[in-house]
């Protein structure tokens, strides 16, 4: 079983919707979750950032962890074409600020038709 | 955000030759560098954290002697795939922490090696 699963798409949705992405996990040691984007030929950027079990919410954008579960969200209201990429999520035992180990999803290609 | 650059971005060789691959922080100092590998539809898998001014930490099934990292000042690091294979044919994505930032790791846009 991998470590982080992630569903890799491609995943196509029309300009204006809500976009949910999703991974789920299976070490509980887990502590700091990041969602990075990366479009085509470029290295991964990275979205939001955030520790712990709740919501935290920039822009458009809402990261959500479920610590229970084991599962972690990102959505993206009134989606725009330019969002059209690949997404990964990531997560971390220790502080991303550390020279922690990051392990990363496979990512899920996004595409939202205008 | 600080900029990572790598070099060349594309690459293609014979079975058996080595090549190098630079990652640079164009903007920022980082004493830490990350190399991940990519294979298509799969995640990006550590390879090696790169110390500048001492040994690469190498992930278990990485071969150190396959994988030459140097990483001889604060802006640049290099992998060096040495007798490459067609197995080896990877996208090559380096990361560098700014530490003089909010220690942040920065990504590059990668190099697509292809061994013939």
């Known amino acids: 079983q991998k470590e982080v699963e992630q569903d890799p798409g491609p995943l196509s949705v029309p300009e204006g919707a809500i976009v949910s992405l999703n991974c789920t996990y299976s070490n509980s040691a887990f502590q700091y979750f990041m969602w990075y984007r990366q479009y085509s030929r470029k290295g991964p950027e990275l979205l939001m950032y955030?520790?712990?079990?709740g919501n935290k919410e920039d822009g458009r954008f809402t990261a959500q962890v479920d610590k229970s579960s084991k599962y972690i969200s990102l959505f993206i209201r009134d989606s725009q074409p330019s969002d059209s990429a690949t997404y990964l999520c990531a997560m971390s035992h220790l502080p991303y600020s550390s020279a922690s180990k990051i392990i990363f999803g496979s990512g899920t290609r996004l595409s939202i038709r205008p | 955000g600080a900029v990572v650059s790598q070099h060349p971005s594309r690459v293609i060789c014979k079975s058996g030759t080595s090549v190098k691959i630079e990652c640079r922080s164009l903007d920022f100092q980082a004493t830490t560098m990350f190399w991940y590998r990519q294979f298509p539809k799969q995640s990006l898998m550590l390879m090696a954290t790169?110390?500048?001014?001492?040994?690469?930490?190498?992930e278990q099934g990485v071969e150190k002697d396959k994988f030459l990292i140097n990483h001889a000042s604060l802006t640049l690091s290099t992998l060096t795939v040495t007798s490459a294979h067609p197995e080896d044919s990877s996208f090559y994505i380096c990361?560098?922490?700014?530490?003089?930032?909010?220690?942040?790791?920065?990504f590059g846009p990668g190099t697509r090696l292809t061994v013939l």
């Open positions: 990361s560098a922490r700014d530490e003089g930032g909010n220690n942040e790791q920065f």
């Open positions: 790169s110390n500048e001014g001492s040994k690469a930490t190498y």
């Open positions: 955030t520790y712990s079990s």
